[in-house]
């Protein structure tokens, strides 16, 4: 279905993250991908043709909002016209979201990637949560769906709270392991949170993303929002940082503008020695994450 930084294939994948992390920044994001048949966060069609899209934007009922995101993503007006967009139910005609969806997937054959944001949004009020059996059949009924039309499923999900650990990060969806178990693959990915030094991107713009998946190796990629659009910039480790990095990009970010020597920088962090901060500023250079001159070390916005 969608092969590169991030494989997605025929079926029902979550997308979990925290809120306002960007979650829906990435699903449309790839939706873009199949819409234009085009590169969108390191990855496109496996047959690089565009196809048409179903977004169910149930959480947000604002048709302007979403089509100002569609041109900050460049999306033109002949490719949008690719793309259905459904921001409520019809309940004179459907009984359910999932109802709908089926008969959208029915009217439009040609349906190859449809996103539900979120999967709060689309499901039935009369559940109990945290009932694996619920969730596991619920989800598991998209996945059908899914299949049964031969598109890609992705369901925008939440975090469960605390910090997410890198080292195991699809414990922090959201519900019962019935949802895991009921899709056929997982993107889990987390911005900054400085509460926790194992849960921290370089700075607000930058996340990290695993995925895994039934007939997919796991893997992850470290990503950089702008202008609406995530780009990759290397593995899930290039954006998480310790301590000392933390404090240096501070340091930079509070005069984004001012060029520092790697000793300016650490008279500005109390205790640091100048060896470990020097070190630290070069890593970022490498990881294009900070700009490097002869002039010093400059926050790169």
Request: proline fraction near 3%; charge should be neutral.
């Amino acid at each position: 279905m969608l092969d590169g930084a991030i494989k997605l294939t025929v079926g029902a994948w979550l997308l979990a993250g925290k809120p306002k992390d960007g979650k829906t920044w990435l699903a449309m994001n790839l939706a873009c991908a199949v819409l234009t048949g085009q590169e969108y966060v390191g990855c496109r069609p496996e047959d690089g043709q565009p196809g048409l899209v179903v977004y169910m934007s149930l959480d947000d009922d604002s048709q302007a909002r979403f089509v100002r995101r569609l041109g900050w993503m460049n999306v033109t007006k002949a490719q949008a016209k690719a793309l259905l967009v459904a921001t409520a139910v019809d309940g004179d005609h459907y009984e359910s979201a999932f109802d709908m969806t089926r008969a959208l997937l029915t009217t439009y054959p040609g349906v190859r990637f449809l996103v539900i944001d979120t999967l709060g949004s689309f499901r039935s009020r009369d559940r109990k949560d945290g009932v694996y059996q619920q969730e596991y059949d619920e989800v598991k009924a998209i996945n059908g769906l899914a299949h049964e039309y031969g598109v890609c499923i992705l369901i925008v999900h939440h975090f469960r709270k605390g910090a997410v650990d890198p080292a195991t990060p699809f414990e922090s969806i959201s519900g019962t392991l019935g949802l895991q178990g009921g899709v056929d693959g997982m993107l889990v990915m987390t911005r900054k949170d400085y509460s926790h030094p194992t849960d921290s991107a370089l700075d607000e713009r930058l996340a990290a993303l695993w995925y895994r998946g039934r007939d997919v190796d796991e893997g992850d990629v470290g990503m950089r929002l702008k202008d609406g659009q995530w780009h990759v910039m290397g593995g899930a480790s290039d954006v998480l940082m310790g301590d000392m990095l933390k404090a240096v990009m501070g340091v930079l970010r509070a005069e984004p503008d001012r060029w520092f020597t790697s000793k300016e920088v650490a008279a500005e962090i109390e205790g640091a020695k100048w060896e470990a901060v020097r070190k630290a500023l070069q890593r970022a250079a490498k990881k294009n994450i900070v700009i490097s001159s002869q002039n010093g070390f400059k926050y790169k916005r």
